[in-house]
Nanobody, 118 residues
Framework: QVQLVESGGGLVQPGGSLRLSCAAS????????MNWHRQAPGKERELVAT???????NYADSVKGRFTISRDNAKNTVYLQMNSLKPEDTAVYYC????????????WGQGTQVTVSS
């Protein structure tokens, strides 16, 4: 089992910044890929950013150039630095990890609310 706890959400004005954190515990040695997803009211959950254990990253087109995902393997933590925030970034943000196991297992955090509004 892997447990995930997100933090760092809140209310920010358009153009502002926030940094989300997701701390993993439990069978952390099994973690391969770490992701951030988000779900806005009335919309499906979408993948925002991905980072592999080796540090390779990928982003949704809607956040490229504004968001940066990073991970500290020593602290078992993944971060999402969000800059130039827009009202359409308002959503609940979820941390998600995928393990090395076959078949891979997926674990989710409880989510943290990000609201971008003036």
């Amino acid at each position: 089992q892997v447990q995930l706890v997100e933090s760092g959400g809140g209310l920010v004005q358009p153009g502002g910044s926030l940094r989300l954190s997701c701390a993993a515990s439990g069978n952390i040695f099994k973690i391969n890929i770490m992701n951030w997803h988000r779900q806005a009211p009335g919309k499906e959950r979408e993948l925002v950013a991905t980072i592999t254990r080796g540090g390779s990253t990928n982003y949704a087109d809607s956040v490229k150039g504004r968001f940066t995902i990073s991970r500290d393997n020593a602290k078992n933590t993944v971060y999402l630095q969000m800059n130039s925030l827009k009202p359409e970034d308002t959503a609940v943000y979820y941390c998600n990890v995928i393990t090395w196991e076959q078949p891979p297992r997926t674990y989710w955090g409880q989510g943290t609310q990000v609201t971008v509004s003036s």
